[in-house]
């Protein structure tokens, strides 16, 4: 065999764009990846690598450009024919591969069951040699024991590993991991990596989907960063992570002069004490005060979300204390939280705050209606008016009161679901992802009410991984990595490329 | 483009109009049945004109209706009650105890009901709500523990007046006039039955959509991570939703009760289906596409005047129920495929 840098590639990506309705998820993307390496696809969530992983497994057929395999370019792809060609993908979901009620040993032959010359008569007698085969292909040393088990009594972490046997049994020429370490632990991750560096030393190329960093650096010989459904960066050994964290959040050349005048608060509204935002990471002291936004940027799996259901009682801290305006503040469900004037705008609009077929005026009175409704019967009036107040305050364009908030636009929904707690006074609020999905027009309209609220003595707290979001409306900057606040600083003591130099540092 | 090619008279015309056809059939669909079916049978069917006729069929139609309504609330929160006719089955059997075995007035009866039937509601929220059990088996599994538990007590036998008792004395008791008068008396010109329909249905609209409890209901129905993230109990108001259903169905028992005048143990076995299929009959009225209160009560009536017209016209009865599958089926059929609002029904199984 000829050395990696005379092969040929064994898959090519020319000018590939994908669209859903008039929404772009990839534009003119084009890649090659070769024999004998690993190249690793990095992107903040919606930048497009699933669309990618989805396209070359044949998931979506229909996608502009071309792929080739072997400089041949492949037509009508479908699964089936992505497999054929060698291309072969691990998904993140291992329930999406996994065939409960099944024995291990089915699970690691499946590919083979449907295939004509297995035959007619099925037994687990007739299908353990091959089991074993594969199985010992990872090294993986399962008993004949095990290979009869259920497989739902493998761990999570040997589920994954059954699943990449069963691709690698099919010899690819191409093999798609997707996050395949999120269910491992150390020792597992290790032996997943040694795996992946003798498949590469037999000749397998390998398209490596992670978003930490720490991962690739070791494992990775390329990487491509994929932003906005576009290539940002393609860099080869050795990788400098601070242009990778650009390339990923965004390189918007920042110095549209900051219109916000930074507010500093002084009282500490919120204390939270020895909190651990992830099982083995060490405890945290973070104060949040009254009168500033305060903004927590870290990329995904940092702990901004546990954070916020921590405040807000929707998954409470296992460890630690927090204190409301000095007084103790436990909150062991979102309806204690609700009650002390500590609220959220989850991350995920449409599965933890939008109600279908629910009109404004519904969506906004739902938290406060033992208030609008004092002895049972809710007073209309005054859920027209509070519908009315959060469409004037926030500038939603809507027929009324009574327009559903799902024929309302992305931008227009957030607006609706942040409305719906300003109308309620909070003391504390805390937005996770606030702008994902949401239009400029929007995103500029919510800031400035956040500002507004924080000026009037709440104090405010956005969770972000883009760092202009959090430089565009915030006073105050925690940049979390794995659980750990890295640096608390005032915006105007610090830089973009500070921020970003933090994020990126592995941890 | 699309609007240009839009301008020619005819398709203007033509695409509004199939599309108003739709929705009408979606809003009044079930309705336009209800009352074709109605003047259908009086103009073919003598018996059917007369005014005894209009009130049996209401008549019919109540103890279907309260059934159906509780499971409706069911229904909004998400869920399904499969326990109803159980209950209501238990009823007849617990009212007929207490009159005839233990010689208590007939108000006591009514309570001892009542309690029960919260009792089953507070068991199924139990099941559902603290054991995560799937809400279509957990009332499955009560609906047969109930049906047994009641033939426990009566050693599977019916309760009448003067039946021997295990010590062998008689039942001295008996069903007393003002139980009785629960399904024959009247109000005015009203049997009381359809009263207490007319009163439930009223009262159960205004609960499901006037009252705070009621809108969180829905809440739950439509998102109950969304309506646990408003700061809302969802496991409590989950539970009063099987609470309500239970006491529902034991108020359709005691309906039932009255009415047979005895404590029959086959009582209660066919209400189930019946209920199930008005309360999703009554989905699809007004297009609303959601479980509702007046649209579960229009169900019944329905039901009831298919299976009195058919009764009349001497189809025999199990024919009785492939008509009553085809309606609920063109039901569906008006929710599920012509209504652009997505129909909820959720059932975790």
């Known amino acids: ?507 | 483009m699309e609007a240009r090619i839009g301008k020619t008279p005819a398709a203007e015309a033509s695409v509004p109009m199939a599309e108003q056809v739709r929705e009408f059939v979606v809003r009044y669909g079930v309705i336009a049945i209800t009352i074709f079916l109605i003047v259908f049978f009086v103009a073919t069917e003598d018996t059917f004109r007369k005014s005894t006729t209009l009130l049996s069929v209401l008549k019919y139609a109540s103890v279907i209706a309260i059934g159906g309504l509780g499971v409706t609330t069911a229904m909004v929160v998400g869920g399904i009650d499969l326990s109803i006719g159980g209950v209501a089955g238990m009823a007849v059997t617990i009212s007929a105890m207490t009159m005839v075995i233990y010689n208590q007035i007939g108000i006591i009866a009514i309570v001892a009901v009542l309690i029960s039937g919260a009792f089953v509601g507070l068991v199924n929220a139990f099941l559902i709500v603290r054991l995560r059990i799937p809400d279509m088996l957990a009332t499955l599994a009560v609906m047969f523990v109930v049906q047994g538990a009641k033939l426990i007590f009566v050693n599977g036998q019916s309760v009448s007046s003067g039946m021997p008792l295990p010590d062998g004395s008689f039942a001295i008791g008996h069903f007393t006039p003002e139980f009785l008068a629960i399904d024959a008396g009247f109000v005015g010109p009203i049997p009381m039955p359809v009263m207490i329909l007319i009163v439930i249905t009223l009262a159960m609209w205004v609960f499901l959509t006037r009252t705070r409890w009621g809108r969180i209901l829905y809440a739950i129905g439509a998102n109950p991570e969304a309506t646990r993230l408003a700061g809302i109990s969802v496991s409590r108001y989950r539970a009063l939703a099987y609470v309500v259903a239970g006491l529902l169905a034991a108020v359709a028992g005691l309906i039932l009760s009255s009415r047979i005048g005895q404590g029959d143990i086959s009582a209660g076995n066919s209400l189930l289906l019946d209920s199930v299929a008005v309360a999703l009959v009554g989905m699809s009225v007004m297009g609303l596409n959601l479980p509702n209160a007046w649209g579960t009560t229009l169900g019944a009536i329905l039901l009831g005047t298919l299976v009195t017209g058919l009764t009349i016209a001497a189809v025999p009865y199990y024919a009785q129920d492939v008509v009553k599958g085809l309606v609920l089926v063109v039901a569906l059929i008006f929710s599920f495929t012509l209504s652009r609002k997505k129909a909820r029904y959720v059932s975790a199984v």
Request: charged share 25%; with cysteine.
């Open chain 1, 1 to 507: 065999m000829d050395g990696p840098a005379t092969q040929k590639a064994v898959v090519s990506l020319a000018d590939v764009s994908m669209a859903f309705g008039t929404n772009r998820v990839l534009s003119g993307v084009s890649m090659e990846v070769f024999p004998a390496t690993v190249k690793a696809l990095i992107g903040a969530n919606g930048a497009g690598k699933s669309t990618l992983i989805k396209i070359l497994s044949g998931v979506y057929p229909e996608h502009g450009g071309e792929i080739r395999v072997d400089g041949k370019p492949v037509r009508a792809n479908s699964p089936r024919l992505a497999r054929a060609l060698g291309i072969h993908t691990v998904h993140q979901k291992i329930a999406d591969g996994v065939i409960p009620g099944l024995s291990v040993a089915e699970n690691l032959v499946f590919d083979n069951l449907a295939l004509p010359s297995f035959g007619a008569r099925f037994s687990l007698a007739k299908i353990l040699p091959r089991a074993r085969q594969i199985a010992a292909r990872l090294e993986l040393g399962w008993s004949d024991e095990i290979l009869r088990r259920d497989v739902f009594q493998l761990g999570i972490a040997d589920q994954q590993l059954l699943l990449l046997a069963r691709a690698l049994d099919q010899e690819p020429r191409m093999l798609i991991l997707d996050e395949p370490t999120s269910a491992l632990s150390m020792a597992e991750v290790e032996r997943l990596f040694d795996v992946i560096r003798s498949l590469r030393q037999d000749g397998v190329a390998v398209l490596y989907v992670s978003h930490h960093l720490s991962e690739i650096d070791t494992l990775a010989d390329s990487l491509v960063v994929l932003r906005d459904g576009k290539i940002r960066l393609e860099q080869s050994r050795p990788f400098g992570w601070n242009d990778v964290v650009r390339a990923m959040l965004g390189e918007q050349v920042l110095d549209e002069e900051r219109t916000i005048v930074e507010q500093r608060g002084t009282q500490v509204r919120l204390a939270l004490r020895g909190v651990r935002l992830h099982e083995n990471r060490p405890p945290q002291d973070i104060d949040f005060r009254a009168g500033e936004v305060t903004g927590v940027i870290g990329l995904l799996g940092a702990g901004k979300s546990e954070l916020a259901k921590g405040v807000f009682g929707a998954t409470p801290f296992t460890v630690g204390t927090m204190t409301l305006d000095g007084a103790a503040f436990t909150p062991r469900n979102p309806g204690d939280a609700v009650k002390r004037g500590v609220f959220l705008v989850p991350e995920d609009r449409s599965a933890e705050a939008l109600l279908p077929g629910w009109s404004i005026a519904r969506s906004v009175s739902l938290p406060f209606l033992s208030s609008l409704a004092p002895r049972g019967l809710v007073r209309q009036g005054a859920e027209s008016r509070r519908g009315r107040w959060v469409i004037d305050e926030l500038e939603v364009v809507a027929t009324g009161e009574g327009h559903l908030v799902d024929e309302l636009s992305g931008g227009n929904q957030q607006r609706v679901v942040v409305g719906r707690w300003l109308a309620g006074k909070p003391r504390v609020l805390v937005l996770d992802e606030p702008f994902r999905g949401v239009d400029i027009g929007a995103r500029a309209g919510i800031s400035h009410k956040l500002r507004d609220l924080a000026a009037d003595g709440a104090a405010v707290i956005v969770n972000s991984s883009d760092v202009d979001e959090i430089l565009q409306g915030c006073d105050r900057i925690l940049v979390l990595v794995d659980g750990v606040v890295r640096s608390d600083t005032y915006i105007s003591e610090t830089t973009r490329d500070q921020i970003i130099e933090r994020m990126s540092e592995i941890a």
